[in-house]
């Protein structure tokens, strides 16, 4: 169950990026679609079994269940399986930074550590979030995660060369030399 989870989320993002960004035959660009699809299928079953077997044997020595345990689990469970910095586990720590830091913002409201906003704060977080990854990208680009800098190098960079209609219907590349 947990193995078709991963493929159902990591497959189709495989294989868009795969064959917007990479180069090379049709054969290893469908290699690199199954590996990164079977990388991160058995990172995540890992976590799940590892998470799930350390909470409950957390409960069982201390004879209940506490809140600790998720985090320390987790903790642990994030070390072994997604602590090598590799492309997927890079991704998916990401992914998941940019939901806790939401979820903990919400919980901080909710806790009453920070006052309920007077208006929607979410187009000033759209503001501060596009304006600091565009000025990464313009001055700092080797910082950002490499298929970020794919996909803006092809927004913002490829999109200032046009040659005919195609380069708008199908892809754009500066450097196709068409």
């Known amino acids: 169950m947990i193995l078709s989870y991963g493929a159902k989320i990591r497959a189709p993002h495989a294989l868009v990026m795969t064959f917007l960004f990479r180069s090379g035959s049709l054969k290893e660009k469908l290699k690199a ?26 409960s069982r020595v201390q004879g209940q ?36 830091l939401f979820g903990l913002a919400r919980l901080a409201v909710e806790k009453g550590f920070i006052p309920e906003p007077k208006q929607d704060p979410f187009p000033l ?31 913002y960079d490829d999109s200032n060369v046009w040659h005919d209609i195609s380069d708008f219907l199908i892809c754009n590349k500066s450097s196709s030399g068409k």
């Open 33 to 58: 679609i199954v590996q990164a699809t079977y990388t991160h299928s058995r990172n995540l079953a890992y976590f799940v079994f590892t998470y799930k077997g350390l909470c409950a044997l957390q």
């Open 65 to 100: 269940t506490f809140q600790f345990h998720s985090f320390l689990a987790a903790c642990i469970g994030g070390w072994l399986v997604f602590g090598e910095n590799n492309n997927i586990n890079s991704q998916i720590n990401m992914y998941l930074l940019s939901r806790t």
């Open 125 to 155: 977080f759209s503001a501060i979030v596009w304006g600091l990854v565009l000025w990464l990208f313009q001055y700092h680009r080797h910082t950002l995660q490499p298929s970020l800098q794919s996909s803006m190098t092809y927004l």
